[in-house]
């Protein structure tokens, strides 16, 4: 069986570190890997409307931020297929066949869902086309016959539902549908980067994010005025390691040769760790530590971008030839979905002779 991967984002803003070490920072390995045979990674704008219904001019804003975004951390439109959601319209024609597997009370006990719609204050006036997104993304994702979903934590409600509609499809029609694996992140801080504030999650609307586009200067701010120990007031006093910002990011980014290269006194992570727990290392010490890494890191990404926004057109062709090419793999699964569910009547010879047969033509 072929191996496929299909992944995405939301475009309702640039995407920040969470989204980095949550996804994006595996999707180029797995991209450079070459041990897929296609990879397509989409712009969700449809989804993103699911709950921007208002709002489409921040949608379609975000789109170019996303895609440079994406060409700047190295996906390689040489390699993956870069996308547009609303450019592949069979998508809506799955969700529109999927939507007759799903009970309403299934879709009311997706955690996600659930969450989201405590965050937006949804309660009593949903919006359908939100509350039925879990199908939507079913159909992204089978669309492609993908057989590895790389995404963060938080998608994993999504992937168990999908799996259900892929089991629930084959099973009353015929076996059409590829069965998908989520691809979580291997280390623990990565699975869910905190915000800088040190609250559980690093998110725009909370604005404690680290921008992939943030410039030296505002990742230097950033970095030094993260949340770290409140009770470390003095250099000698002893430090908590968990739920200090600062370390959970060095758990992430940093590298056994960081130390050698920046912080020569330490060996490694759980040598600073100790330092800090006994007392007699300053928060500046850590964080302008923790600066040198993710420049080392981003800077590269920053450098890719600058050159990708001198060429937006290029970016648009870009997208506008992957949502081709995506368009033309959705409609081959489309086509065997109808006619899995027998309704693809123009196809379908026998039927036609079933029905002149019973009528007597000739
Ligand atoms: N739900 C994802 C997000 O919020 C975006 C997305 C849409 C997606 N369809 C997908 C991710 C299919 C993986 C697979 O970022």
Redesign the pocket.
């Known amino acids: 069986m072929e191996k496929i991967i299909?992944?995405?984002?939301?475009p309702t803003g640039r995407l920040h570190l969470g989204h980095y070490v949550g996804s994006l920072k595996r999707r180029v390995e797995l991209q450079n890997s070459g041990e897929y045979d296609k990879i397509f990674i989409?712009i969700?704008d449809a989804?993103a409307l699911t709950d921007n219904a208002d709002n489409p001019e921040k949608v379609r804003q975000n789109i170019v931020e996303v895609a440079l975004d994406y060409l700047s951390v190295g996906l390689d439109p040489a390699k993956s297929t870069l996308f547009i959601q609303s450019m592949v319209p069979e998508l809506t024609e799955l969700t529109f066949y999927y939507a007759n597997l799903v009970t309403v009370s299934r879709l009311q006990r997706n955690p996600t869902v659930k969450s989201e719609i405590q965050m937006r204050n949804f309660e009593t006036s949903i919006p359908v086309g939100f509350f039925t997104y879990p199908i939507s993304?079913a159909a992204?994702?089978t669309a492609f016959k993908a057989t590895t979903?790389p995404?963060g934590e938080d998608?994993m409600p999504?992937l168990e539902q999908c799996q259900e509609i892929v089991r629930k499809f084959n099973s009353v029609y015929d076996e059409a549908l590829v069965e998908p694996k989520i691809l979580l992140p291997e280390n623990d801080a990565c699975l869910r980067l905190p915000g800088t504030d040190g609250k559980a999650k690093m998110s725009k609307s909370l604005g404690n994010a680290i921008y992939l586009a943030d410039d030296e200067k505002e990742l230097k701010n950033k970095v030094m005025s993260m949340y770290t120990d409140p009770d470390h007031i003095r250099v000698e006093d002893p430090g908590k390691v968990e739920g200090n910002a600062v370390f959970t990011y060095l758990d992430a980014f940093s590298k056994p040769e960081d130390f050698e290269e920046f912080l020569p006194d330490y060996k490694n992570l759980d040598e600073l760790k100790d330092h800090y727990k006994r007392g007699g290392l300053g928060d500046v010490k850590v964080k302008k530590f923790l600066i040198k890494i993710l420049e080392k890191e981003l800077a590269p990404i920053r450098a890719r971008r600058k050159q990708w926004e001198q060429n937006i057109q290029g970016v648009y062709e870009i997208l506008k030839k992957g949502s081709e090419v995506a368009e033309a793999v959705a409609a081959q699964t489309l086509a065997d979905v109808k006619a899995a569910m027998k309704i693809n009547y123009f196809d379908d010879g026998a039927l036609i002779r079933e029905q002149m047969e019973k009528y007597g033509n000739k």
């Open positions: 299909l992944t995405g984002d939301r989409m969700a989804q993304q992204d994702i979903v995404v998608q999504m």
